[in-house]
């Protein structure tokens, strides 16, 4: 009897003890957080920033997600949302959906598959015009492969690939594949959102604030545990750090703390919890190979020479920027090659002066030399974080007689510019908003992409895109996409500077935030978010 | 002055009309327009979803038949719809208005109130200790850009309350929302009061030294009397149109001042509209200071009559 009862207690104790953590979060609360600048919309299908991203994500559900509990966004490592389960066809060129039953939209009106599929047919540029749910598409590209959308009753929907694409799961997974519904026209989405979320929109007013309440209609019971988000726009940094100081926000904008600026926010807040981590965007030199001089292999090659990415690190981040290839590198990212393979890499090497000297040599045996450089203008956005790598960049090119001038250009005509190949050499950054070979590849190499910026066009390099894209095994995939970096850096595609590592910091009341370290784009959901106050 | 005042009107409404077109065709001679920076926002430079936004947005229209509709709309109060928000243009601008108009209004009182008392305390105490304070105070009001001072504001509120005294959410009461516009009017104003405090000053040593005074002085008038009843109302002449000049400049010291006190003004509304070649918005917006500048200018012409009874504005 006495043993019965000792494995009763210990079972009760055990049982408490397992299920603490879920008595443990607090609900209510408003979340504060400081927002660095006005989103373009609310439409995160159009846009291609954090500043939408981040605060509207909690408005929308996906298909499937990365798992939020996740530090490492992987294939593996893709939970449900909207839909309850997946499987693919044997041939694996068709992915069937089961979606959950009983969602409904902010407004009232229920989820359907319908939904799904005019969200995809929009984002591929299929869409009905006159639902007109989107008007730009910057993600087209990702559904290269994706045939068709087609529904199955209410609660079923297949995707029809036109080959094997083990990576479209991770696609859907990310922040920027919310599930958005037909009955909303576009000018909605932009302005005030319906989704499935667990926050409803309340204003987004432009300059001033965006304002999130909890959905309480929410198919996932339980959460979200917070009661409203508070976005407050505020341009200016100095402001917005003061702010965070003095306790009037609870968070900072994800990876808007730089490391010179951590000193500050600590002696001023000095509980504070801030997080470094990578972001997934890149400083990479956009090369006009087709303009002389750069038309020239050899000037290119040379020019990459002259690079020295530990330098870029150390004047721009305090070393703590990251030197990679074309993906992120591990561990931090999935895909990225080994750090012992990327010495091999073009532009990678540790042997600055030895590479100087052979670009020098290249630049002379074009006739160029201290008294006859090279002039040319590094083209960029004229904002520091742009401006700050081109100057430096001038300054090593100068090292292998190419004289730089910086010229900077209005942020809003940029990407016009770069279009109309503009410009000679231009400093530029990728955010990638998934770590999936597919997604960067496609998006900035693959010759037919709107955002393949210097139109590089290798048809080598494209045939080994889809090879990847196609392969399922996951070892193999690896090796192919480390060749693809290689092939890219030897050609000097988008010569790549180093990942950003940047601070996010938040208030040691803000539980059960995780920060995903290989994208800024995902896990900001917030419904696992709460406030111990 | 009938006559002169109808002159000034119709004079008023030419000036406004040749704004109107100049604004109009200088924002189209800007790079850019606001398909190009939808579409560059979004990271693509897709000429297919470029033309469809255009036509969307009429900006393929002939630019005569743009202006028309624009024109023809301001006469009718339509002010039109943004580009970025897609809401009608009002609806953006009308919450807007108001709380620059109270941050300018307590700017520029922020400034009479300082500048004109000390400008008169100087020139009076002509240098003794105090006239140099003074001095190097409106020397300093000259030289710290808004935005510093702004930030020391901050900081020092920071450090020392534990406090930020910036608009976060939408103020509840009269007397919070001058808490918190106070402080961004005295930094705003700080610059306007040290102008009108050196203008006064000198303005006010010139008349001091005038035939009349000494008569004023004989004649036994107080002290007080001399200063503010004799001297001041003359040397008010000057001040009064930097007054009315400050007043069209405060809303260039508003855009700094509204960014770090994240006030959510007009001003800041404006400069971000220009970024966006939201045209609507920056049309209209530049339209009604025009019109703020135009009407001020007015209404100091017709304050030196009121102050000096020998002006007279001939029919």
Known sequence: MRTRLAVAAATFVALMMAAAPTYAQKQGGTLKISHRDNPPSASIHEESTISVNQPFMAVFNNLVLFDPNEKVNSPDHIVPDLAESWAWNDDKTKLTFKLRQGVKWHDGKPFTSADVKCTWDAVMGKGDEKLDIIRKSPRKIWYINLKDVTTNGDNEVTFTLGRPQPSFLSMLAGGYSPVYSCHVPGRDMRSKPIGTGPFKVVEFKRNESIKLVKNPDYWKKGRPYLDAIDWTIVPNRSTRMLGFGAGSYDMTFDSDVTFPLLKDVKAQKPDAVCEARPTNVNSNILVNRDKPPFDNPQIRHAMVLALDNRAFADILSQGNDLDGAVMLPPPAGFWGMPKEMLPSLLGHSPEIEKNRAEARKIMEGLGYGPEKPLKIKVATRNIAIYRDPAVILIDQLKKIYIEGELDPIDTTVWYTKIARKDYQVGMNLTGVGIDDPDVNFYENYYSTSDRNYTSYKNPEVDKLIEQQSAEGDLQKRKKLVWEIEKKLADDAARPILGYNVANTCWTPQLKGLVLQTNSIYNGWRFEDVWLDR | ?315
């Open chain 2, 1 to 315: 002055m009938g006559a002169y005042l109808v002159r000034r009107l119709l004079l008023m409404a030419l000036t406004l009309f040749g704004m109107s077109i100049l604004i109009f065709v200088m924002l189209r001679l800007v790079p850019g327009n606001i398909a190009d920076i939808l579409v560059d926002a979004a990271g693509i430079a897709d000429s297919k979803e470029k033309a469809k936004i255009t036509h969307e947005l009429g900006l393929d229209l002939p630019i005569i038949e743009q202006y028309g509709q624009w024109i023809g709309g301001l006469s009718r109060g339509d002010l039109g719809f943004a580009y970025v928000s897609e809401r009608p243009a009002i609806e953006e601008i009308a919450p807007r208005i108001p709380i620059s108009a109270k941050l300018a209004g307590m700017a520029l009182f922020f400034a009479i109130i300082i500048g004109v008392p000390f400008g008169v305390i100087s020139a009076v105490r002509q240098n003794t200790p105090l006239d140099y304070f003074l001095r190097v105070l409106s020397l300093s009001g000259l030289s710290l850009p808004s935005f510093w001072l702004g930030l020391l504001v901050l900081m020092a509120a920071v450090n020392w309350f534990g406090t930020i005294p910036i608009y976060s959410n939408e103020p509840r009461g009269l007397l919070q929302e001058f808490g918190l516009l106070a402080i961004p009017a005295a930094v705003v104003g700080f610059r306007s009061s040290a102008l009108i405090m050196r203008l006064t000053r000198s303005s006010m040593l010139e008349v001091m030294r005038q035939d009349y005074i000494r008569t004023a002085r004989s004649k036994g008038a107080s002290q007080m009397s001399v200063n503010y009843d004799h001297a001041l109302r003359n040397a008010l002449l000057p001040v009064v149109t930097v007054i009315g000049i400050e007043a069209a400049f405060l809303v260039g010291g508003l855009i700094v001042t509204e960014t770090v006190f994240n006030i959510p003004g007009v001003a800041r509304f404006l400069v971000e509209a220009i970024r966006w070649r939201d045209y609507p918005i920056v049309q209209n917006l530049v339209m009604l200071i025009a019109f703020v500048v135009v009407t001020v200018n007015f209404l100091v012409d017709m304050a030196y009559m009121a102050l000096d009874p020998r002006i007279k504005f001939a029919d």
